[in-house]
């Protein structure tokens, strides 16, 4: 389909969020979007960088803070009255059958009588459950539990559908079928939904549903790229044509996600990803594994059976500490990965330890410990970190500290005093001072 008329549009949209210990999260900002008729728009990205926060702006369920959201060129006050949204969870109430959790909201809209029950009816058929609007949602799969979703989306006829991973809870092949029949009911007129927009972590998902596919970046989240799909529908998963759209994608995301380092400070400090010691040893095992010690971040993250961006802070972490590099798209094992892969765990450890005293972070840390003599309270690393960065929460990144410095033998933490502590490991100031 031609897409058509300007329908949604986010102008210079920030969103802001304040955590419960008071911090404030920038979770958007400065993104401007528009979404026509007749399109199909997949937003993808890494966790946390705001596709979400994004969907549910546009349907009308939270304000911005700053920037404005337009609906048909009017701004849009109150929930999209022409949207409707599908979540990941299936969302259903299991004391209701399913005719009744798909009538939740033509009911929220004071549809009643025939209406409501002609609009079920329609809805319920639209998807394929004709004969289980009696059945309660603990007897059906999870496929028809995501059907259910759809259908009570669809019972209110919206004009557009918004999705939060609509899939994401589903086996492949579930997943696959239910996502034919999406495009199918967006390709059918009499079903009135001409626009949606899908919020997805899978490249050949974003690839198979969208025509426009945009990329979102984090810290804060950004329109990072916009990748217009010029396959036609309906699309052959399986075809070089696919194959390459998704190649490029790809190739995009590996940008976002694994940026080539640019030259910077030698003291410029840098968060550490929210990553376990397991995982980056995992990471280096399995690049072991291959004849080359090399492989792209997807195909690891398939083999590991991970999502990709949780892939990309595990090959983050090990890069910042020098085990891998990542030239291009591909992760490669470094001299270093292999040498510290082959220590027993007495060596292992002390090589790690070396590693993150050079880190500029571990550095900084560990020099307020020493100026501390050797103890700090909680609070005091946690204002520190928030002070440096206000776009991730200090809790997880004080963890991951806590974490890698005790495997180290370099810190240790009194959970119960609340106090921060070097180790017998370290004697007078860092290799790195604080910058």
């Known amino acids: 389909m031609t897409p058509g008329p300007l329908l949604l549009e986010a102008r210079h949209v920030t969103q802001r969020f304040r955590l419960p210990n008071g911090q404030v999260i920038e979770a958007l900002r400065d993104v ?60 259903l109430l299991p004391w ?19 209406a409501r029950r002609d609009a079920v009816a329609r809805a319920i058929n639209l998807v394929g459950l004709d004969g ?27 004009e557009i559908l918004l999705m939060d991973e609509p899939f994401g809870a589903l086996d492949p092949l579930t997943a696959e079928n239910l996502r034919s029949q999406v495009v199918d009911l967006w390709r059918d007129a009499s ?24 990329v979102f970046g984090s810290h804060p989240g950004h329109v990072r790229e916009e990748l217009v799909n010029p396959l036609p ?48 040893t995992g990471l280096l095992d399995h690049l072991l594994s291959r004849p080359d010690g090399k492989g792209h971040v997807f195909e690891l993250a398939e083999d590991l059976g991970v999502d990709y961006d949780r892939m990309s802070a595990v090959v ?6 020098g085990w891998v590099t990542t030239p291009g798209e591909v992760v490669q094992l470094t001299l270093v990965g292999r040498e510290v892969m082959a220590m027993d765990d007495s060596a292992r450890k002390d090589a790690t330890r070396a590693r993150l005293k050079k880190h500029p972070l571990f550095g900084r840390v560990i020099a307020m410990l020493v100026e501390s003599e050797g103890s700090m309270e909680d609070e005091e690393v946690l ?53």
């Not at 079903?191 to 945009?214: D, P, Y």
């Not at 983050?316 to 500490?321: K, S």
């Not at 410095?405 to 007078?428: F, I, N």
């Open 132 to 158: 289980f609007e009696q059945a309660y949602p603990k007897e059906l799969s999870g496929g028809m539990k995501q059907r259910v979703g759809f259908a009570r989306a669809l019972a209110v006829a919206p």
């Open 316 to 321: 983050r972490g090990a890069e910042q500490l």
């Open 233 to 280: 529908y309906p699309r052959q998963e399986r075809s070089p044509e696919f194959d390459g759209m998704v190649d490029r994608l790809h190739a995009i995301l590996t940008a976002t996600l694994l940026p080539e380092p640019a030259p910077a400070a030698p003291q410029r400090l840098i968060p550490f990803p929210r990553v376990h010691v397991s995982e980056a």
């Open 32 to 91: 401007s979007l528009s979404v026509c008729e007749q399109e199909v728009v997949a937003l993808v990205g890494p966790s946390g960088c705001g596709k979400s926060t994004l969907l549910r702006l546009f349907a009308g369920l939270a304000r911005p803070a700053d920037g404005s959201v337009l609906y048909r060129g009017r701004p849009l006050k109150g929930v999209l009255g022409a949207g409707a949204m599908v979540f990941q969870s299936f969302a």
């Open 383 to 435: 204002a520190d970190l928030t002070i440096y960065f206000p776009f991730i929460p200090a809790d997880s990144l004080f963890q991951t500290i806590v974490e890698w410095g005790r495997y180290a033998e370099l810190l240790d933490h009194d959970a119960t005093a609340g106090r921060l502590m070097l180790t017998g490991a370290v004697e007078g100031a860092p290799d790195v001072p604080a910058g």
């Open 191 to 214: 079903t009135g939904v001409n626009t949606l927009v899908v919020v997805t972590h899978s490249v050949e998902e974003a690839v198979f549903l969208a025509g426009r596919i945009v």
């Open 96 to 114: 209701f059958t399913v005719a009744e959790n798909v009538a939740m909201g033509l009911e929220a809209r004071g549809v009643n009588g025939a």
